[in-house]
C-alpha cells in the first residue's frame, strides 16, 4: 500500500522545496547536506576561536606568570607587546619558539630572560673608598687579633675588596667591622 502522504520541506540550505523522504530531512539533496554541513563545521570553528580568544582574554595576567609555555598570544599579552613583534624577534634569533604539536609556544624562561640585565662580568662594578675609610692589613691584625692567613681568607670568603696604594693594600673599615667587630651579632 503506498502512502499518498507527501512529506514537503524546504531544504535548509537552498530553499527551495522539495519532498522528504524522512521526516528529519532538512536537504534537498546530498549535495545541500554536505554544504550544509560544511557551513555548521565553519560556523563551529569561528564559535570556537571566538570562545578561545575570550578565554585567553579572561585568563588572568598572574595565571601566565605560572605557566611553563605560553602561546604567542599569551606572551604578546603578558608583555604587552603585538604578536607582530614576537614574530619579528623570532626572526631575528631574540626569541626562540618551540613546536609543540601544531602549537606554537614560547617557553617562559626564555620570555623572562629578555628582561634580564646583562651580565655584570662585562662591565666590572669598581668600588671607590676613600683610604681614610680603610685598614691596612697590618691594622686589621693588630685591632682585632687575627693572624694574616684568618684575615686573607676572611677577605676572599666574604669577597672584600682590596685596594693597593705602594706597597700597602687596604681594605674598607666597615666590612671588616661588620665582621670581626665583636658588638655586631654575626649574619
Ligand atoms: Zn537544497
Do not use: W
Not at 502512502?3 to 528529519?24: D, P, V, W, Y
Not at 575570550?54 to 603585538?82: G, M, N
Not at 676572599?156 to 651579632?185: M, W
Amino acid at each position: 500500500m503506498s502512502s499518498n502522504l507527501r512529506i514537503i520541506r524546504i531544504c535548509e540550505q537552498c530553499g527551495i522545496e522539495f519532498e522528504a523522504r524522512k521526516t528529519t530531512s532538512k536537504t534537498c539533496s546530498d549535495d545541500c547536506a554536505k554544504r550544509a554541513y560544511k557551513a555548521r563545521k565553519r560556523a563551529e570553528k569561528v564559535e570556537g576561536s571566538n570562545k578561545q580568544v575570550e578565554r585567553i582574554k579572561a585568563k588572568p595576567i598572574e595565571d601566565l606568570k605560572a605557566q611553563v609555555y605560553l602561546t604567542v598570544d599569551e606572551t604578546a599579552r603578558l608583555i604587552r607587546i603585538s604578536r607582530r613583534t614576537l614574530y619579528r624577534m623570532n626572526e631575528r634569533g631574540e626569541l626562540r619558539f618551540v613546536k609543540l604539536g601544531r602549537r606554537t609556544v614560547i617557553p617562559r624562561l626564555d620570555i623572562d630572560r629578555l628582561f634580564e640585565q646583562p651580565k655584570s662580568v662585562s662591565r666590572p662594578m669598581t668600588v671607590v673608598i676613600q683610604l681614610s675609610d680603610c685598614y691596612t692589613m697590618k691594622e686589621v691584625i693588630q685591632k682585632y687579633g687575627i693572624s694574616e692567613k684568618a684575615l686573607h681568607n676572611l677577605i676572599r670568603r666574604n669577597e672584600i675588596p682590596k685596594q693597593y696604594n705602594g706597597i700597602y693594600a687596604y681594605v674598607p673599615k666597615f666590612r671588616i667591622d661588620q665582621l670581626l667587630s665583636p658588638t655586631v651579632t654575626p649574619s
